[in-house]
């Protein structure tokens, strides 16, 4: 398994950007399908987009379709989520996760279906 850390979080305007990031501290990203979930109070936690291994698939939950780009550097080791026209609904506090698999282009949007995960990191978008 690999040890994840995520930075990049922090307030800022609606309608402004942040970029998150997330690092393996132990071990390579390469060999593992990469999600970010998040998880506001009281709510449950929910899925926010996928990158696969190697092909570069992406998935993206309905609610920041093409408004956040998730992508990787896999010589980097990291996984970055862009993440542009912020809401007041998009505070929370974000996730980076992994999930090994031997395929290049499967991504996974179930909490279940991915074993590492960071700690977070606080995103906080006011209004």
């Known amino acids: 398994q690999v040890q994840l850390v995520e930075s990049g979080g922090g307030l800022v305007q609606a309608g402004g950007s942040l970029r998150l990031s997330c690092a393996a501290s132990?071990?390579?990203?390469?060999?593992?399908?990469m999600g970010w979930f998040r998880q506001a109070p009281g709510k449950e936690r929910e899925f926010v987009a996928s990158i696969s291994r190697t092909i570069g698939n992406t998935l993206y939950a309905d609610s920041v379709k093409g408004r956040f780009t998730v992508s990787r550097d896999n010589a980097k080791n990291t996984v970055t989520l862009q993440m542009n026209s912020l809401k007041p609904e998009d505070t929370a506090v974000y996730l980076c996760?992994?999930?090994?698999?031997?395929?290049?282009?499967?991504?996974?949007?179930?909490?279940?279906?991915?074993?590492?995960w960071g700690q977070g990191t606080q995103v906080t978008v006011s209004s």
């Open positions: 132990e071990g390579t990203l390469s060999s593992y399908v």
């Open positions: 996760a992994a999930a090994y698999s031997m395929s290049g282009y499967a991504v996974h949007s179930g909490m279940y279906q991915y074993g590492s």
